[in-house]
């Protein structure tokens, strides 16, 4: 994905404000966020709860968090039947890190 998809992917107040909540998921859905813990996908949430925090329908939520992992800003995992995502730190650097070099900004 190019920056300018990543940019376009973040221009959805939605997938934005997702975005946000992934990366503090103790502020945002407190003890919900433990639940991953012990798979050792820690800091993962389950998609219904993101589409019930958003307001959105689940399936736009988990097509909005598809946008995000596709971006390469969120990350997910199957566990049984439910979807997890979490925050991708290294991607997020990684998109930083490209548009401060298209930008010129060192």
């Known amino acids: 994905m190019t920056t300018i998809d990543i940019c376009k992917t973040l221009g959805n107040d939605y997938r934005y404000q997702i975005l946000l909540w992934l990366k503090d998921p103790a502020a945002h859905f407190g003890d919900a966020h433990l639940k991953c813990a012990e798979t050792g996908f820690v800091g993962g949430i389950c998609v219904g709860l993101i589409a019930e925090k958003s307001g959105l329908a689940q399936s736009v939520a988990s097509n909005y968090l598809a946008s995000l992992k596709a971006a ?10 439910w979807t997890y995502y979490r925050y991708h730190k290294a991607g997020v650097e990684r998109f930083l890190a490209s548009l401060q070099s298209e930008l010129g900004e060192n």
Not at 73 to 80: D, F, K, P, T, V
Request: avoid cysteine; proline fraction near 0%; charged fraction near 40%.
């Open 72 to 81: 390469g800003l969120a990350e997910s995992r199957r566990i049984g039947k």
